[in-house]
């Protein structure tokens, strides 16, 4: 990474209190994004992406406790003063949630929501502001920008509505982007569309980008680093090349193999990662996907494996028994 | 084959632009009878009698030439108190509404945005003004402070905040939980802008439309106390003072408690109609929003 450390988040851990006891959905992670850089976060559901994704733009909720730091830009946002931090997000830091369906206001026409939002933070009058909205449209990729600034959300599809989201998010020029699942709301077809879209702006603003998704596939062409999380932490960290030519948890090997192949002959079953993740609000001892490891051995139910350092000090896994040859695959 | 698909695209294309639902004609009546009643409200200057004319020799009168809807038990004209009427009802059943639609609505707003120790004292507070008597109530302040449109529309308006403070909160606690309001918090919001921006017009829907049955109720209620004697002081004539005067000469020339009662039962109705009609408009689960 030879581009400047734009946020760095530092041994942070979140826990909810629940009436089953005290739940830790993030526990002790450590990820760091340079200028300009890409990077995924992988997992399934349940496994903290989208609580981490909240503790880093600081909304949690209310009863959520969070501890650890979260540095951007040189600032701790966990003990930024509530004012600054709100100046912080929308200019500098911005997000896309998963359901466009949602995170639009149903009652306000599009061109409100945006225009709005660059009136608040940019201090555009009425007619820079319009202006500007139907530029931010067009870069979107949403044909006949005008006419849309008039429509409400309901009359849009799902893969506009995201567009519209894209377009508010990236209507101040954030420095950082956090993309929550972005195209788990969408149609097949109109994911690779959103992402090459994501990262075409991405490239084209040199904004960092945090790509959280549950597909390893979404990460592959289009991340400088993947974040591999289970059950709260992050068991496997690589830049993108290094993770899919050598990957050393198995659990990555297990996301990886459960993603259908378009070559394997009809008929053939999918393989699943068996069992269900565990339930956060009861810790187990050991490692955490040990109860479906098949490599598990005595000692994983005993300790719980630290992030240690493969070949190269980017590289780094958390695993008693590391994947040795390299896993042949062909992505 | 052709001339079919351009028959169905045909009929798409009009499907989409009758989305626009359909309000139906009893809509529009009640609307029709709205304005008539506020018209007639706002112009009742222009009468050539007023509402405490008396006329002793055509006491109880019949409906005449001169007299549209007869004279009452005083000898005065029927139509210009039934209108002078509309005015006090009117001006009670709106007013009244407002003060809770205003009050009510930014603290339901307000507690369910904030959640925490100020919904609990806001809800707990409506609960100790819902469990009091609303006639009690009333009775105990126009003893004290006297009657008056005023006093009337204030007791009303307060005893209205709870159920507008319920429809508010409501709103607001499913909204709240919605993803554009962190998105908005994400975008750097203040409360203020999230609370007045992003969940007032989606509240303000709901609201409206039980503000219209607010009205409605309001209406029906000064009425009863007018009845009772308890609402605006004689010789100001509302709805509800003519139904009592009415019931007098109830033997006699029953169209003096009726045709007031038809009035108000016709207005309610109409509000009511409005307001239902709007609600569903306004629902979720039918608008596809």
Redesign the interface.
């Known amino acids: 990474m030879t581009e400047p450390v734009l946020l760095s988040v530092e041994g942070v851990a979140v826990d909810l209190p629940t009436p089953r006891g005290n739940l830790r959905a993030v526990d002790q992670v450590d990820l760091k994004v340079g200028a300009g850089q890409t990077l995924g976060i992988v997992g399934e559901s349940g496994c903290g992406k989208t609580m981490l994704s909240r503790a880093i733009?600081q909304?949690l909720p209310?009863k959520a406790k969070l501890s650890g730091r979260v540095m951007f830009d040189g600032q701790d946002l966990v003990t930024l003063d509530p004012e600054r931090l709100?100046?912080?997000?929308?200019?500098s830091?911005?997000?896309v949630?998963?359901?466009p369906m949602?995170?639009?206001?149903?009652?306000?026409t599009i061109g409100t929501q945006l225009i709005?939002?660059l009136q608040?933070?940019l201090e555009l009058d009425g007619l820079p502001a319009k202006k500007r909205s139907v530029e931010l449209l067009a870069a979107v990729g949403i044909p006949a920008p005008e006419q849309r600034l008039m429509q409400y959300p309901?009359q849009l599809s799902g893969g506009m509505r995201q567009r519209v989201?894209i377009a508010?998010?990236l209507s101040c020029e954030p420095k950082l982007l956090i993309a929550d699942e972005p195209t788990t709301a969408l149609d097949v077809t109109i994911q690779a569309q959103i992402l090459d879209l994501l990262a075409r702006e991405q490239r084209r603003r040199h904004m960092a980008m945090i790509l959280i998704t549950h597909d390893l596939g979404v990460v592959a062409g289009r991340t400088d680093e993947v974040a591999v999380m289970y059950a709260g932490r992050v068991v496997e960290r690589a830049p993108t090349p290094a993770l899919f030519k050598k990957m050393r948890m198995p659990y990555t090997e297990a996301l990886l193999a459960a993603i259908p192949k378009i070559d394997a002959a009809p008929h053939t079953p999918l393989p699943a990662i068996s069992g269900r993740p565990p339930d956060p609000t009861r810790p187990i001892q050991g490692c955490s996907f040990s109860p479906r490891c098949r490599y598990a051995t005595g000692r994983c139910y005993q300790d719980k494996p630290l992030l240690i350092q493969a070949e190269t000090p980017d590289h780094q896994y958390a695993c008693f028994h590391p994947i040795k040859a390299a896993a042949g695959v062909s992505a | 084959m052709a001339t079919l698909e351009l028959g169905i695209d045909e009929n798409v294309a009009i499907s989409a632009i009758g989305r626009r639902r359909r309000l139906g004609p009893l809509f529009w009546a009640a609307i029709a009878w709205m304005i008539l009643v506020f018209a007639a409200a706002a112009l009742a200057g222009l009468l050539p009698f007023g509402p405490t004319d008396m006329d002793m020799l055509e006491r109880r009168a019949p409906p005449s030439a001169l007299h549209w809807l007869g004279n009452d038990g005083l000898g005065r004209d029927e139509l210009a108190r039934l209108i002078y009427g509309a005015r006090v009802s009117l001006t009670v059943g709106l007013c009244a509404p407002i003060i809770g639609i205003t009050i009510g609505g930014a603290l339901g707003m307000l507690a369910g945005y904030f959640r925490g120790r100020f919904e609990t004292l806001v809800v707990g507070s409506m609960d100790v003004l819902l469990a009091f008597p609303p006639l009690i109530l009333a009775l105990a302040v126009t003893a004290y402070l006297g009657q008056s449109i005023l006093n009337l529309t204030c007791i009303l308006g307060v005893l209205g905040i709870p159920a507008f403070m319920r429809v508010a909160r409501a709103a607001t606690l499913t909204l709240a939980r919605r993803e554009f309001v962190i998105a908005a918090q994400a975008l750097g919001a203040t409360h203020a802008r999230i609370l007045l921006r992003e969940l007032l017009p989606n509240v303000i829907l709901p609201l409206f439309a039980f503000f219209l049955l607010g009205v409605a109720v309001t209406i029906v209620v000064e009425g009863a106390l007018s009845f009772l004697g308890l609402g605006v002081p004689p010789p100001v004539s509302s709805w509800g003072s003519m139904i009592g005067e009415g019931r007098e000469s109830l033997e006699m020339a029953p169209r003096l408690a009726f045709i007031p009662a038809v009035t108000m039962f016709l207005t309610v109705l109409s509000f009511n109609l409005v307001g239902d009609t709007l609600r569903a408009l306004s629902d979720p689960r039918q608008g596809a929003l």
């Open positions: 733009l909304l209310k709100r100046k912080l997000r929308g200019r830091l911005a997000v949630f998963q359901d949602t995170s639009l206001n149903p009652v306000l709005e939002t608040e933070h309901h989201a508010i998010a």
